[in-house]
Each structure stands twice: as structure tokens, then as C-alpha cells.
């Protein structure tokens, strides 16, 4: 079986082909940092990141694209309202770009504990107003956009006319979305129709992030539009005809519909992606996430615990985990039940790779594509069921990265292997090398695959406390080859016991 995507646009899975195999272009659209993330915001790059890693476990080359957008992204996604980096910067009296700054490392921060792969190219919207702009002129070229007043709109109407297509990703109709708008233009008379949208943005003499442009009366100042950025960006660095772009359910529209406008409003027409993927949203105990609700949580405050709508802390593996419990296309709702259940399965994964280091030492692993099904005459053996175990995931994966039952066959095959653990005579059976094969899929499949990995939950002050509880009480009896052991053993690892008249006390060796 070979991996099937389910692509927005068309409204069916299909098998996955490369535009240029075996490389693969994604692009995911970013946060805007003018806060800390939030769980929603999690999502969409772990759901991604198990696409790369599973691209490249099939032996895919992916240039991995998200976006950092820090200009252009308005309160309104009707082009009004402030920018919202700006209005970050005034109400905290700082530069926009130090809060951009400071919001961008706090995410990647987030995004590391989170297991998530950093991307292998992370353009930033005001770091690509050259590109924005060079867009612009192209679709002006080809009068799908007007001026007015030193901004710069998309002709929707007119791009229909011509045989365009807005609305074919969201499903919506232009001539519903006209309907009953003409009341709400108060501010928006530039616009020749409600359903354009802004390419460029004017400034206006108080807007503090501004950038030479073409457009108006010299010399024009203003911004880019929200949606350009990721056209632009995605074009530079993919290519007009790339393979997958993906993000929120909350992104088809606008955004991802206007992308495509975009697009093939260029000089190089195309939807730009084959494959337009979206991960479905989020809610908190069954309502969705809102700050008048009091469910709102950032992510610093879910792995710290500060917050009302919880009744505790919970690890970035455990919100990971959660979240593969779900297939992407699929609500989800957060609660501390599910997060609960979520951490124990999350451990039990990872008790499971403590389980392979007694059966099989990683010298005597092969490679994971070993685990593969084989075709076999008569009732399988009990290897080639083993093998068959084995590589159930991966077809779960290979069907629209389908990580619930993914995860599912990961314990199913856990659970063989913990029998196999504990009745020698079944693993006799079984043989060297396919649990050699189902110990190196089970690893492929944890740790590279799904992006899980070892939180150690020890405190190292604790454990010190207790190592020298025992060494008082070793020095106490007069066991001094305990002491000695203890002392040896600390050292080891780079810790020196020293005896005081007030105690014990340790310290860092500086040997």
C-alpha cells in the first residue's frame, strides 16, 4: 500500500505523488507572535511534523516550510481593525519587531518540548516585502487587482469572470458571501466588492510597522496583506507548483482561499499545492477555547499549570500524545480525563522501549523495513505474526496518516511483546530475527515516526537527597564498602561527596 492524502481541494483521498520525486515541498502556514502560542496552536505543527517524519522514513527528501508572520495579519479578516503586532507593541510599549522577536522564540521553544522538528526553512513576512510586492505588480499586470488610495485590492469578481474559482476550497458561493454585505462596507468604500481583499495596505500616519512601495502618490508607505505573505514565501522557497500545504480548519477560509487567488492571479497560474491539508480544531471540556469562557490556555501555561480550566500540569509528550490519539481531520476535545488517559499511554509507550533493551540489545536490531508482511503459504507462523503486528502501523499511516490506529497497532503490538517477555517458550518460537525486526519498527515507529521521547520525571535534587541518606546511614553502621560504592558511583557521574562538621554535603566535581 503506498500513502494516501486527503486533499481539501479536490474532496478525496488520493495516493500521494511528488512533483519532483523523491523530493517533497511542504508548507505549513505559522503563528502570528504577537502572544504565546496556544493549544490550538499545537496542532497543526505536530499533526506535520509526523507527516515529515513519516515522509522521510519513506524515504522522501522534504524542504519543510512554516512561516512566521509578523506584519500584515489584521484584527478584522475583513481588512480592517489594527495589525495585530502593533497593537501587541503599544499596549506592551515596545517595537513591534521586539515583540515578534520574543513571541518567535518563545514558539520554537514550545514547538522543541513538543518533539516537533524545527523546520528546514522559517521565512519571516516583513523579511519578503520585495517578493510581496514583485506578486503584487504580477497580478496587477494581469488585472486581477486595482489600486485605491495607495492600497492595492484583489478583484474577485473579475477573477471569477475569467474563469477563476473562489470559494472552491472552502465551499462557499461569492454571490452568498455578497449577500446582505453592502451594510457592513463603513470604512471599506475603497473596495469595488466586500469579497475583495487586501494585497497591500496603505498606511496610515500612526501605523508604525511601513514600507516603501510602488502603489499611491510618492513616496507610498504601507504594508502587506495577511494572505500575500504566504503566497510569496511559498512560491520562493518550493516553487510555483509544490506538493503539500497545510494548517488549521480555521485557515481554509480566508486565507487558503485567497492563497490560491493569489496564485493563479500570478504570471505562473496554479493552485500552488497539489495537496491542501487542514487539521480540525480544538475544544476545552466540550466548549470551544475563548478568554470570556476562561478555557483559554497558552502553552506555557498548560506545561506549568497555570490555569483555571485544568487541575494540573501536563508535559509537552503528554500533549503530543493526546493529540495522535485523534486522526487530524477529526475534532478533539482537551480535558483533564483525556489528558490523564493520554499520560498513561504516553508512559506505557515508553515503559515499552525499556521492555526492548531486555529483549533485544540495539546491536542485534535490523532495519524496520524487515518488518514488512510476507506473503506465506499455511497458517502464519508465530515470526510471520509477529512480522504482520509489526507492520500494521505503518499501513495505518499510509491511509491519510491515520495516528489513532496507528498508535492502536503500536499497543497491540506492545502487548505481543510483553507475552513474548514473559513466556520464554513463545519467544523460542518466534526467533531471533523477526523480534529483532519488531523491536526496530516498534523503535522506528515511537521515536521517528510519532516524535515521542523520554521525560525523565525524576527530580536530580531528590534523588541526590536520598543517595546521601543512604551514605550517612552506610558511614553510620560502618559499612564502608557501601561508602565507598556510593562515593565511586557519584563520581562517575561528575558528583563529589564532601563530609563537613555540619554534614554531608555534594558538589560538582572539578576534576
Not at 61 to 66: A, F, I, N, T
Not at 90 to 106: D, I
Request: proline share 6%; hydrophobic share 40%; net charge negative.
Amino acid at each position: 500500500m503506498s500513502l494516501t492524502l486527503y486533499n481539501t481541494l479536490t474532496r478525496q483521498k488520493a495516493p500521494f505523488e511528488p512533483v519532483n520525486p523523491p523530493q517533497v515541498g511542504l508548507y505549513l502556514c505559522g503563528p502570528t507572535v504577537y502572544n504565546d502560542a496556544h493549544l490550538g496552536n499545537a496542532r497543526g505543527p505536530i499533526v506535520f511534523d509526523v507527516l515529515t517524519r513519516y515522509l522521510r522514513h519513506l524515504g522522501y527528501q522534504v524542504r519543510y516550510v512554516r512561516n512566521i508572520t509578523d506584519v500584515g495579519h489584521l484584527e478584522s479578516d475583513a481588512d480592517t481593525g489594527e495589525d495585530k503586532m502593533e497593537k501587541a507593541a503599544r499596549a506592551k510599549k515596545l517595537e513591534p519587531m521586539q515583540v515578534a522577536q520574543h513571541y518567535t522564540n518563545s514558539y520554537r521553544q514550545a514547538m522543541a518540548a513538543l518533539g516537533c522538528l524545527p523546520p528546514d526553512i522559517e521565512p519571516q513576512a516583513s523579511g519578503h516585502i520585495t517578493e510581496q510586492i514583485a506578486l503584487i505588480q504580477e497580478i496587477m499586470g494581469r488585472g486581477l487587482a486595482y489600486e485605491a488610495n495607495g492600497s492595492v485590492y484583489f478583484d474577485v469578481p473579475k477573477y471569477n469572470a475569467e474563469g477563476g474559482l473562489y470559494g472552491r476550497l472552502s465551499g462557499r458561493v461569492v454571490e452568498e458571501l455578497l449577500a446582505g454585505t453592502r451594510t457592513e462596507l463603513a470604512g471599506q468604500d475603497e473596495k469595488r466588492s466586500p469579497a475583495d481583499f487586501a494585497l497591500w495596505k496603505k498606511a496610515s500616519p500612526q501605523h508604525i510597522m511601513r514600507w516603501p512601495s510602488p502603489f499611491g502618490e510618492a513616496p507610498g508607505e504601507g504594508f502587506p496583506g495577511w494572505h500575500l505573505e504566504c503566497s510569496a514565501m511559498s512560491r520562493k522557497y518550493l516553487g510555483a507548483e509544490f506538493d503539500i500545504h497545510g494548517g488549521g480548519l480555521d485557515l481554509m477560509f480566508p486565507h487558503h482561499e485567497c492563497e490560491i487567488a493569489q496564485n493563479e492571479g500570478s504570471d505562473t497560474p496554479g493552485p500552488g499545492a497539489r495537496f491542501w491539508l487542514h487539521n480540525n480544531m480544538l475544544t476545552v471540556n466540550g466548549q470551544k477555547m475563548s478568554k470570556s469562557l476562561g478555557n483559554f490556555i497558552t502553552l506555557p501555561q498548560l506545561f506549568g499549570g497555570d490555569t483555571g480550566a485544568l487541575s494540573q500540569a501536563y508535559s509537552p509528550m503528554t500533549l503530543r500524545f493526546f493529540f495522535l490519539q485523534a486522526h487530524y481531520r477529526s475534532p478533539i476535545d482537551l480535558s483533564d480525563d483525556a489528558l490523564q488517559a493520554a499520560r498513561k499511554g504516553y508512559r506505557k509507550l515508553i515503559n515499552g522501549l525499556r521492555l526492548l533493551d531486555k529483549l533485544v540489545g540495539e546491536g542485534e536490531e535490523v532495519n524496520s523495513e524487515e518488518a514488512k508482511t510476507e506473503e506465506v503459504k499455511g497458517p502464519p507462523t508465530p515470526a510471520q505474526q509477529l512480522r504482520n503486528l509489526a507492520a500494521k502501523p505503518f499501513a495505518f499511516l499510509d491511509d491519510d496518516l491515520n495516528t489513532p490506529r496507528a498508535v492502536a497497532a503500536v499497543f497491540d503490538l506492545l502487548k505481543r511483546l510483553n507475552t513474548l517477555a514473559a513466556k520464554p517458550e513463545e519467544l523460542a518460537e518466534v526467533g531471533p530475527a523477526a523480534l529483532a525486526a519488531a523491536a526496530a519498527a516498534y523503535r522506528t515507529l515511537v521515536l521517528d515516526v510519532l516524535g515521542l521521547r523520554d521525560e525523565p520525571r525524576a527530580n536530580t535534587e531528590d534523588l541526590l537527597g536520598l543517595t546521601l541518606s543512604f551514605y550517612q546511614e552506610a558511614k553510620a553502621t560502618k559499612a564502608y564498602d557501601k561508602v565507598d560504592q556510593i562515593r565511586a558511583a557519584l563520581k562517575e557521574q561528575g558528583i563529589v561527596i564532601k563530609d563537613t562538621k555540619t554534614g554531608v554535603e555534594w558538589a560538582y566535581s572539578e576534576e
